[in-house]
């Protein structure tokens, strides 16, 4: 539009020029007949782009369809790519603006929200395959598991929160709802292929929010899927199984047997990293298992490769700890600063990927979650890395995700 305007007033300039020098130069009149010509010709070519953009202006636009649900070709776990998306300025060149300036930065900072793990209270079963995890009410989240719905409200509240502060270009209205909810969905995709989690976080919120209120179930499936993936990137287990849970009701219910055989396997993911083999194995061996003999058969192997891994843990687990309680993992817990401040901050800084600021809120917050779900090796690992430097860390066993 700038270049238009310019184009313009030197357009207008030129014909007063020529008027003016046909007054004060007569003789001049053959040179001027040919300039004349010139940028007559330049003048048609921009009244007749005018015209035309009148014209499309009432005219509606064409926007093409999200694209279908398509699970991922192979199994792995949820995982951040190094390369950022080419095509993420198409949809949204600040966003890919702020990502080339704090590359660094994005891809690191987490909010407190994002990177909090609080427990359940709650285990999973077979039948909670059967019911969602959350409804929406017309004006925000709810449903039969209180905690479950006020947990996933308060992401949304703070992941719109955190996505309108940033000052990106507004989110497009020309088309209604869907077609803002499929806006904010290819460009959270976009940012979760870069490995940029906070905006894929924020931004598949911002979707998911504009489904629900369309009551597409297949995109709400989709987005959940995608959170769920998200969450796992940040170890943050808990939501992760939240979405994937409500991933696998609404495949179900949808009879889309692909989706629903990769969110139980996801699902069953989370819950193994919540220290929950036992119900893993169930997932895998009893839901997805099946499906994927049926739909999947080039994935069997895998799964059943995952199957056997969960067996040998349930057994050594069981074989290790009296009465055979299923105690896999543990939340390492910051309970003693001790003198040197600077150097515990340092230290969750890198242990966590937490920015400056919020390591020192944790510091200066005791006791504070350093690490959730880790296996006993890493667990001894992170409180002697803290003992060196004066710092008191304690092992908190979980089982079930619940700690004991």
């Not at 004060?24 to 035309?52: D, E």
């Not at 039969?144 to 929160?161: F, G, L, M």
């Not at 803290?386 to 304690?394: K, L, P, Q, Y």
Request: proline share 5%.
């Amino acid at each position: 539009m700038k270049i238009k305007r310019v184009a313009l007033v030197t357009i207008s300039v030129s014909w007063l020029a020529i008027l003016l020098v046909a007054i004060l130069y007569p003789a001049m009149v053959s040179i001027l007949l040919v300039l004349t010509f010139i940028i007559g010709i330049v003048s048609a070519i921009m009244a007749l782009n005018f015209v035309v953009s009148i014209i499309l202006a009432f005219l509606p636009e064409v926007k093409e369809d999200a694209p279908p649900y398509s699970p991922p070709s192979e199994i792995e776990r949820a995982n951040s790519a190094t390369q950022p998306a080419s095509t993420l300025a198409d949809l949204h060149p600040e966003w890919l603006h702020s990502t080339i300036r704090d590359k660094k930065a994005s891809i690191n900072c987490v909010t407190t929200t994002l990177n909090k793990n609080e427990p359940l209270n709650s285990v999973l079963s077979l039948e909670s395959f059967n019911s969602p995890v959350f409804e929406w009410s017309g004006s925000g989240y709810t449903g039969k598991n209180q905690e479950w719905a006020r947990k996933i409200q308060h992401e949304s509240n703070d992941a719109i929160a955190w996505f309108t502060a940033q000052n990106f270009a507004p989110i497009p209205t020309w088309g209604g709802l869907k077609v803002e909810a499929e806006y904010c969905f290819n460009m959270a995709a976009q940012a979760q292929d870069a490995g940029i989690i906070q905006e894929a976080w924020a931004g598949f919120y911002q979707a998911l929010i504009r489904y629900c209120r369309l009551n597409d179930s297949k995109n709400i499936s989709l987005t959940c899927f995608n959170l769920g993936k998200v969450y796992g990137v940040r170890q943050n287990w808990e939501l992760a199984m939240l979405m994937f849970l409500h991933s696998v009701y609404l495949t179900m219910k949808l009879g889309d047997q692909k989706g629903y055989a990769w969110s139980v396997f996801y699902l069953s993911d989370a819950v193994d990293n919540l220290g929950d083999s036992a119900t893993a194995k169930l997932f895998l061996a009893k839901e997805a298992l099946p499906v994927f003999q049926r739909v999947l058969p080039e994935n069997v192997a895998d799964v059943e490769s995952c199957i056997r891994r969960l067996a040998e843990v349930d057994a050594e687990t069981n074989e290790a700890v009296p009465g055979g309680a299923t105690v896999l993992r543990f939340d390492v817990v910051l309970t003693n600063i001790g003198p040197a401040k600077l150097a515990v901050v340092k230290k969750v800084c890198e242990l966590t990927g937490l920015e400056l600021k919020a390591a020192k809120d944790l510091v200066e917050n005791v006791p504070g979650k350093l690490k959730e779900a880790v296996k006993e090796p890493e667990a001894k690992s992170i409180i002697d890395t803290f003992a060196d430097i004066g710092a008191s860390v304690e092992a908190v066993p979980i089982n079930n995700g619940i700690p004991k």
